[in-house]
């Protein structure tokens, strides 16, 4: 016998509670972002690679050793999308929507990267996400967090999430800050990991994000955003804060957080669970004025957030799964035609309605019990529609059949 063939590491098969939970946070996410506003979008799966070489940053841990770039058979280089962000921001230029401003945006699909392989991390994943673009204002920014949070709360898991939220500030005060820095890391150059060696020449910022332990000792030292930042800068957070306290939703201030990726400023922001272990971030996102111009279009300020759908699927019960309700029976081979009669009618009336395939009436019965199935129709000489839960039976019209089920 051949071999059997295998799912490729890190990938993994969507079926009956896996899938029931999976799908039920899908769909929360996009009853609730439709509740603000916001519109489903579809991006392509893989892009051309500059999409995200060119943004995401060339020190981030993605475009460093995480992505599955790879020439086609045109000699393009291509890469499986990690995150949604940069494609959504692709799509609003090549689609000519930098002008018919706000967009807003909700998405959902597999994300690819090439990670190690363990409980809540994956190679293929899958995010919901929103993108508001178009507005500079923090009311913006507090609104996208209260959406996430919301649906956290719809998916009762908000109670175990805390939301940390922080501040990049704007150039100017990234600037004056990373010479603090600067400053300081280079102190401890020697006692750096060998990827914060490099992130201090080139973005010392993003050694805040380090998940070295040498580095998280020295992170603990360093000197933090607030002091360095304008006063514009500051009176944005401030609006944010309030803005929140508005919508009614809790945080903390964490000035640690900056986010893994290149393009974020002002707001950056974290839900994080304590139920996950180290894979503890379960939404996640911030503010990317600059993103847009970076792809080659015009300014479009953005805020946004991604959610690892794995990792919201761990913290919840799947929603109970309905059976079908009505099996239809055929008491014989005759009354198999009639059967099917029976079974179009209900489906065309949107009753959802099955059939055994095979064996006597009494083992189809049998299997109806079982599937949970809250009356069959017996097809034979007359019809007739048995309710299971309580076993009462009597003799229908095929005609007044959908009128009694739907009762
Ligand atoms: P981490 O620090 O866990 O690597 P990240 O900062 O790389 O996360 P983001 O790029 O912000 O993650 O992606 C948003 C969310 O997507 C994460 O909070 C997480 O829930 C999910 N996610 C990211 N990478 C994976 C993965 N390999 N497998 C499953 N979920 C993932
Ligand atoms: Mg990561």
Known sequence: MANILQPVRGTRDLIGDDAARHFHVVETARRITALYGFAEWQ??????TKVFSRTLGETSDVVTKEMYTFDDRGGDSITLRPEGTAGVCRALITGGLTQ???????????????????????????????????????????????????????????ETVE??????????SRTAYREKLVAYFSQYAAELSEDSKLRLEKNPLRILDSKDEGDKKLVEGAPQMQAS???EARAFFDSLQNHLNRFG??????????RGLDYYNHTAFEFVTTALGAQGTVLAGGRYDGLVEQMGGPSVPGVGWAAGIERLSMLITAPPTAAVPVTVIPMNSDSEAQALEILKLLRAQNIAAEIGYS???KKRLERANKSGAAFVVLVGEDIKLKNLETGEQQDVTAENLPGLLRA
């Open 43 to 48: 991006t392509p799966i893989f892009e051309d």
């Open 100 to 158: 018919t401003l706000p967009q807003k945006v909700f998405y959902t699909g597999p994300m690819f990267r090439y990670e190690r392989p363990q409980k809540g991390r994956y190679r293929q994943f899958h995010q919901i996400g929103i993108e508001l673009l178009g507005p500079a204002t923090a009311l913006a920014d507090a609104e996208v967090i209260a959406a996430g949070w919301q649906i956290l709360r719809a998916l009762g898991i908000a």
């Open 359 to 361: 064996g006597n009436a």
């Open 163 to 172: 939301l940390q939220v922080n501040t990049l500030g704007d150039a100017e």
């Open 229 to 231: 930042l304008t006063d």
């Open 249 to 258: 939703v809790p945080f903390i201030h964490n000035p640690t957080i900056v």
